[in-house]
């Protein structure tokens, strides 16, 4: 489970990209592959997640599992289109 957690975490700083006021630098060939792994743990991790209807709230986690789940697939393909059009 602190594997996820890690790699939520990780996934959380890498979606903020852009954000007005972060410096930004090209990443290098290894971040890019580290944050494509991630991306991918995330994706399967979502994916396993069994929703638990009788919560209270379950509604609106299972919205944000499946918005993050969308953000997390989009930045992948991007990732990828990115490192296809370097190689």
Do not use: C, W, Y
Not at 27 to 43: F, G, K, M, S
């Amino acid at each position: 489970m602190l594997q996820v957690e890690g790699a939520l975490f990780e996934i959380a700083s890498m979606l903020r990209q852009g954000e007005p006021g972060m410096v930004k630098r090209k990443a290098t060939a290894n971040e890019r592959a580290t944050a494509r792994r991630h991306l991918r743990e995330l994706i399967a991790a979502l994916d396993r997640r069994v929703p638990h209807v009788e919560r209270v709230g379950e509604v609106e986690i299972a919205r944000a599992a499946a918005a993050l789940r969308a953000k997390a697939v989009q930045r992948l393909a991007e990732h990828e289109a990115e490192r296809d059009k370097s190689n």
